[in-house]
Antibody
Framework: QVQLVESGGGLVKPGGSLRLSCAVS????????MNWIRQAPGKGLEWVSY???????YYGDSLKGRFTISRDNAKNSLYLQMNSLRAEDTAVYYC??????????WGQGTLVTVSS | DIQMTQSPSSVSASVGDRVTITCRAS??????LAWYQQKPGKAPKLLIY???NLQSGVPSRFSGSGSGTDFTLTISSLQPEDFATYYC????????FGQGTKLEI
């Protein structure tokens, strides 16, 4: 069964750090482009980052070098290290698999709240 | 950055209606366009990929068309479970989403 399960969200103070994880099952992580996508409360979807099947990495322009995506194929896991967090980073963070440019499998999401 | 603009932002309709949502890209994206449905508290669900290809398991009342900069999602006969928010997404250069269209009764 193809499944993505995110974890690691929570409440963090402005300027703090958090590491999100996405556990993958039912397919081989390294065969696909894997993505992080976020959604602020009551807002639309924003693509955050991807790591390609060959290891190429890209980030959305708004992140300004604060986030780092990585994957551990042996652990079937995708990660997002988030540093220097701001209130505007408050969102539900989804991991998603991409196929033919579309996100065909999504996790349930993990909520990150940045607040003092 | 490629900007995606959906219209309308919201639409009221009834069961059995035909509804069309449009999505315009700020530059040519060929057919690198997908559509998603999202219900409150849930992850988005892929409906259409490559502009006009129906994702497996998605009812045939959903269809997509377009190429270049202008795209449409059509629901031929609304069912109660179709009331949700719909997003378009481009994959020509990285990824970006439209702002969403809320379909309500």
């Amino acid at each position: 069964q193809v499944q993505l399960v995110e974890s690691g969200g929570g409440l963090v103070k402005p300027g703090g750090s958090l590491r999100l994880s996405c556990a993958v099952s039912g397919f081989t992580l390294s065969d696909y482009y894997m993505n992080w996508i976020r959604q602020a409360p009551g807002k639309g979807l924003e693509w955050v980052s991807y790591v390609s099947s060959t290891g190429t990495i890209y980030y959305g322009d708004s992140l300004k070098g604060r986030f780092t995506i990585s994957r551990d194929n042996a652990k079937n896991s995708l990660y997002l290290q988030m540093n220097s967090l701001r209130a505007e980073d408050t969102a539900v963070y989804y991991c998603a698999r991409a196929l033919a440019g579309a996100f065909d499998v999504w996790g349930q999401g993990t909520l990150v709240t940045v607040s003092s | 950055d490629i900007q995606m603009t959906q219209s309308p932002s919201s639409v009221s309709a009834s069961v059995g209606d035909r509804v069309t949502i449009t999505c315009r890209a700020s530059q040519d994206i060929d057919n690198w366009l997908a559509w998603y449905q999202q219900k409150p508290g849930k992850a988005p669900k892929l409906l259409i990929y490559a502009a006009s290809n129906l994702q497996s398991g998605v009812p045939s009342r959903f269809s997509g068309s377009g190429s270049g900069t202008d795209f449409t999602l059509t629901i031929s006969s609304l069912q109660p479970e179709d009331f949700a928010t719909y997003y378009c997404q481009q994959a020509n250069r990285f990824h970006s989403f439209g702002q969403g269209t809320k379909l309500e009764i």
